[in-house]
């Protein structure tokens, strides 16, 4: 296993991961400083009555929170991305956390034990991929929405169901991905020796494989992520996954999709602006999971030297 400290070096030397992840960073940051504003100026008229005229007004320099135009309902488009931000990394790193663990347990018990547990849960994941991913999102999302609205409200209910949805079905690569780092693990010495030395399953699964599969989830967990945004996005724009007033990035575009394309009157900033944070954010996300995965290629830095 690669030390910490030469690793971070290597993370550090890596400018797609500094580029994406600087820029990511910062998204983040700024969607979750502004949520005292975004959140009171995301549920009212955003301004007040004597500047109505203001209801889809493109955008303009005249105040910050008109930079971006304001909507239908005169509210501030730049808030609206900032508060529809949150939500939609909140759920995709929800999400990819729950594929995450899924998809590691998974693998790992499969490539460790082999024999038919391992037959078994490999065809189970072969059968779950020949089903449509967005069918199968949509059917856990129908199956558990109501139960846990009852217990946790609508929009509680309506945010952990979607995550649920689509980590629950998101874990399938990153199931055979750690299977395959597993089974050339098993055949190494060290993990000879540990079972000669009659240590317990559990030790040599957090002590001695995990440490070496770091690398591979820490890659797959940044392409995860993005693929969990676009998925909420893609739900929401479809009218099935968050449901207003609470905005993502996906609702906000389904929002400016026909304003924004009527050829007489359009509003374009109503479907760009959206549409633009979405994109950098994934684009941000594939740079980092590039640049990690060069980071933890032991054959790219043997090149080097």
């Known amino acids: 296993m690669v030390p910490v ?21 910062l998204i983040l940051l700024t969607s979750i400083i502004t949520l005292p504003l975004t959140v009171r100026s995301g549920t009212r008229w955003y301004f007040d009555d004597q500047r109505q005229d203001l209801t889809r007004h493109p ?5 910050v929170s008109e930079w971006f135009g304001t909507d239908s309902l005169g509210r501030s488009i730049l808030a609206r991305c900032l508060l529809g931000g949150a939500a939609s990394l909140c759920i995709g790193v929800a999400a990819a956390a ?26 189970a994941v072969d059968v779950l991929y020949g089903l449509p991913y967005i069918l199968l999102v949509i059917l856990v999302k ?15 209910g309506n945010f952990i169901v979607l995550f649920f949805a689509i980590g629950a ?5 990153m199931a055979r991905v750690v299977r395959g780092q597993v089974l050339s693990l098993r055949a190494q010495p060290f993990i000879e020796a540990c079972k000669a030395a009659g240590l317990p399953e559990r030790r040599i699964f957090l002590r001695h494989l995990l440490p070496n599969l770091v690398g ?34 996906g609702a906000l575009a389904s929002e400016g999709l026909l304003p924004g394309l009527n050829p ?23 740079f980092a999971g590039d640049g990690l995965r060069d980071v933890f290629d032991p054959k790219r830095e043997a090149a080097k030297v």
């Open 5 to 25: 400290d030469h690793l971070w070096r290597r993370v550090l030397r890596s400018g797609r991961v500094l580029v994406g992840g600087g820029l990511l960073l």
């Open 59 to 63: 955008p303009s320099g005249a105040a």
């Open 169 to 173: 079905v998101s874990w399938l690569t």
């Open 142 to 156: 129908i199956a558990f929405e109501q139960p846990l609205a009852a217990m946790f409200g609508t929009y509680g």
């Open 98 to 123: 729950l594929s995450v663990f899924l998809g590691v347990t998974v693998g790992l018990f499969a490539g460790y034990r082999g024999g038919w547990i391992d037959s078994v849960l490999m065809r």
């Open 264 to 286: 007489i009157n359009h509003r374009w900033w109503m479907l760009v602006f959206p549409c633009l944070f979405l994109a950098i954010t994934l684009l941000c996300l594939n």
């Open 216 to 249: 591979p989830i820490t890659v797959y967990a940044t392409l995860i992520v993005p693929s969990a945004i676009l998925n909420e996005s893609f739900l929401s724009f479809l009218g099935i996954g968050i449901q207003p007033p609470v905005p993502t990035w």
